[in-house]
């Protein structure tokens, strides 16, 4: 399994960890999503959900509006991507 052309990053130690961020994957084809040990943010890990879309940060103060906001990204990315 190769990486998609959007990689999804996410701290175990997060909020979001708990998520089936998996199903990203299936919604986006083009998504990876990577589950990592710590992506070094401790301090915005421990007050809000987050993930990292293609080095960009993306947070929220709920999981679930987190969540909205890196489909927004992904779907960003991949129509950035499809431009070119």
Do not use: H, W
């Not at 052309?5 to 701290?11: P, S």
């Not at 943010?41 to 990292?52: D, E, H, S, T, V």
Request: aromatic share 8%; glycine share 4%.
């Amino acid at each position: 399994m190769g990486l998609g052309i959007v990689v999804v990053e996410v701290c175990d130690s997060n909020l979001l960890s708990a998520l089936e961020l998996e199903d990203l994957e299936t919604l986006y084809p083009e998504v990876s999503v990577l589950r990592l040990d710590c992506l070094s943010f401790c301090g915005l890990c421990r007050l809000r959900p987050y993930a990292i879309v293609n080095g960009k940060r993306v947070f929220a103060k709920t999981t679930e509006e987190c969540v909205e906001r890196i489909k927004q990204t992904i779907e960003s990315e991949l129509a950035a991507f499809y431009e070119e």
